[in-house]
């Protein structure tokens, strides 16, 4: 049996992010988190709508414009996916804003944080605003008026602006100007007390300054948000990428289409009609709104209210070396911090932010610079933080030691491009190797190989891990990693090393899988090994899960009787539930205080034994066939055994887990609330480093 002609077999991938939206806001709505984290919740929610248009919405306004026909794999035209998201997009705009008004800004006032209005302060506090206006703001505001003289200005991306009438008492003829409201000003102005004053209101109060003689008839804020793919149309016509996509960043700043305007309510129609001209868009897309605009600036009031009974529990990730449980000998290799020691002993697992970062992926490198015995290091870089980041220093001191250091920057990582655009150049400085990766696919892979000279020969020690070399998202992105010495592993790396920076074609590995070429086939196969057992079990971890031709493999899986458990924390484009198509697999996703982001597949029965991967590819058309990726197999039982711990934690959570049903719809699992996954692993953390085994 397969699903009605009205529900195809395969979800729709836009109206799922939005989904995953939704689920986000619902944390911002839960009364059992602490009410600063709900906060941030609606920020989050309100930064994820951004990410959608700019990345989403825009690429079916392309598809729209395209001259050749196309569909989603759900049967959907371009236009037929515009008018669903928008649909989805509105409820979604209008239950963020009635959180914010009806929940937390009461909830908040309650708490005496008062998000307050430009009309409800006292004249001591109009004057010390109109002071900081004069002394902060005013001097970098700049008004831009539109008329025969001057034509409507480019407006950013994402910029939070003011759309401004003005009346010439002497002609009565009214103007349009926009006012940008530069970010550095910030979203809301601090007063004593913890009063938070959004910075468009004291700006709407003093427009006398900016249009000297002139009567303000209306003003209002806007945001306008624009296409942010990165398109550099031939590779390998490109005599440097580097270059040619520093080019088009700075032609995406000044000449990319708009796709949102959003506005608030009180707007007129006069301003309203030329935006919607001048911007090149239609009525449908325009988002209205109760709330302020731009929640996402709710962070700053997260960051700046220091009230430790409204947030989280503070967590400090556990220090790392004592995972590789020391003993005797190697008790004394763990106190002095010795990596390469322990990795000759055993495999090391790591579970940010569980386990410190800082502890374990920073001190590898650190000891990998300033080892005298270490010969080379090559490493990819993703995404990762700004200059101060000590990934990248201790990169550059290794090369400036004389050390062989390549190192792989991906150029093309949405919205770090400038940032890895500088990296790539401070590394170059510094005597590293910097290469760019393979034409036409992105490098996604997370990997680290050390070359060392030993007594006995040359030793390659590796890491392989599930998300971005990146200090400060290691502490809120949940993600896994493996150390290993395992010659043959630290063969493939090298091997994959080779393929990426020299011509040569991928040949096959030993223990990787790596995609473009063999990850597809592989998973395929581990698929078909299920089906082939009367006891066949897949349990997957995923960030998202959408391509057509892995989905269906997994409905086949079902009807051949494989039980099936998917952990997916976004995107779920699988139909579960369905008689006679998939009414073996199971969907949940898990949310909460660190974002789940790595990826964990078992296969396999306690009868026949299980097989556990890591790695950096969710099963998206993209991660298979139009990027690096690397996936490991974890064999080391003791390793193995903290993966199973982990996936039977997240299908027990009865906490802040949601499940899909056959049609399509999310729902909060209804539970008892005893078991929160990601509190279990903290606790258990904990107690792996009082009690090291």
């Known amino acids: 049996m397969e699903p009605p002609v009205s529900e195809p077999r395969i979800l729709n991938r836009e109206l799922s992010w939005l989904d995953f939206d939704r689920r986000v806001l619902e944390l911002a709505e839960e009364p059992g988190l602490p009410l600063l984290e709900r906060v941030r919740f609606l920020a ?21 414009e395209s001259p050749v026909a196309m569909s989603s794999p759900d049967g959907r035209t371009p236009e037929q996916q515009l008018a669903d998201v928008r649909a989805r997009a509105l409820e979604l705009v209008r239950a963020v804003g009635e959180v914010f008004t009806k929940q937390l800004a009461p909830a908040l006032a309650e708490q005496g944080i008062r998000i307050v209005s430009w ?14 206006f004069e002394a902060r703001i005013l001097p970098v505001l700049t008004p831009l008026a539109v008329d025969p003289a001057h034509p409507f200005p480019y407006v950013s991306n994402l910029s939070f602006n003011l759309a401004v009438l003005v009346r010439d008492p002497g002609s009565a003829v009214v103007r349009f100007a926009r006012l940008k409201v530069p970010a550095l000003l910030g979203r809301f102005l601090a007063l004593p007390g913890d009063r938070f004053l959004p910075v468009e209101q004291v700006i709407g109060a003093h427009l006398e300054a900016l249009f000297p003689g002139m009567e303000i008839v209306s003003w209002s804020p806007f945001r306008v948000t624009r296409d942010a793919d990165l398109d550099v149309e031939d590779e390998e016509a490109a005599e440097d990428l580097l270059v040619a996509i520093e080019s088009e960043l700075q032609r995406r700043r000044r000449r990319s289409d708009a796709v949102r305007l959003e506005v608030d309510r009180s707007i007129s129609q006069r301003a309203l009609d030329l935006l919607l001209e001048e911007l090149e868009l239609g009525p449908d897309d325009v988002y209205v709104h109760d709330a302020p605009l731009d929640l996402g600036g709710l962070v700053e009031i997260y960051q700046r209210v220091q009230r430790p009974d409204l947030r989280d529990e503070p967590w ?20 002095r911090g010795d990596f390469f020691s322990l990795l000759r002993e055993r495999d090391v697992l790591v579970h940010h932010p569980y386990d410190a970062f ?15 015995h270490v010969l080379a290091i090559k490493h990819t870089i993703y995404r990762t933080s700004g200059p101060a980041n000590p990934i990248g220093r201790h990169l550059m001191r290794a090369a400036q030691a004389g050390k062989e250091v390549v190192t792989l920057v991906e150029l093309k990582a949405r919205f770090d491009e400038e940032t890895n655009i500088e990296w790539a150049r401070a590394l170059e400085q510094a005597g590293v190797h910097v290469v760019y990766g393979l034409v036409g696919l992105k490098t996604h892979a997370k990997v680290v190989l050390v070359v060392r000279q030993e007594p006995d020969g040359i030793r390659r020690y590796c890491h392989v891990g599930t998300g971005n070399y990146h200090p400060d998202t290691a502490r809120v992105y949940e993600d896994l990693g493996v150390f ?14 080779n393929h990426l920076t020299g011509c040569g074609r991928q040949q096959p590995y030993r223990r990787i ?5 063999h990850l597809r086939p592989a998973l395929l196969e581990l698929i078909r090994a299920e089906m082939a057992e009367p006891d066949g079990r897949i349990v997957l971890k995923l960030n998202s899960l959408s391509d057509p031709a892995l989905i269906e493999a997994l409905y086949e899986a079902s009807q051949a009787g494989v039980e099936i458990d998917l952990v997916v924390r976004g995107i779920c484009c699988l139909r579960p539930g369905v008689p006679g198509l998939s009414e073996r697999i199971r969907v949940r996703s898990i949310l909460g205080r660190f974002l789940e982001h790595s990826r964990i597949w078992r296969f396999g029965s306690e009868r026949r034994g299980l097989r556990y991967f890591i790695g950096s590819a969710d099963l998206m058309p993209r991660n298979l066939d139009r990027r690096v990726e690397v996936v490991v197999p974890i064999d080391d039982t003791r390793l193995a055994a903290r ?14 887990a949601w499940t899909l049903a056959s049609d399509g719809r999310w729902s909060r ?24 085994e």
């Open 513 to 517: 899988l790596v995609a473009p070429e």
């Open 316 to 335: 400090a990730p556990q220090p790392a070396p004592r995972l590789a449980r020391p003993e005797g000998a190697r008790a004394e290799a763990a106190r």
């Open 119 to 132: 009309s409800a302060l006292d004249a001591a506090d109009r004057e010390a605003l109109t002071r900081e």
């Open 669 to 692: 699992v209804e539970g008892a609330r005893r078991l929160r996954a990601q509190q279990a692993l903290q606790e258990r953390a904990r107690a792996r480093t009082a009690s090291p």
């Open 643 to 656: 993966l199973e711990q982990i996936l039977s934690l997240l299908l027990a959570d009865d906490d802040l």
């Open 484 to 497: 290993s010495a395992d010659p043959q592993l630290g063969a493939d790396l090298g091997d994959l090393f």
């Open 358 to 372: 800082e502890t374990s992926v920073q001190e590898f490198l650190a000891q990998a610079a300033d080892d005298p």
């Open 44 to 64: 989050i929610t309100s930064g994820n709508l951004d990410e959608f248009f700019q990345v989403r919405v825009a690429g079916l306004h392309a598809q729209r």
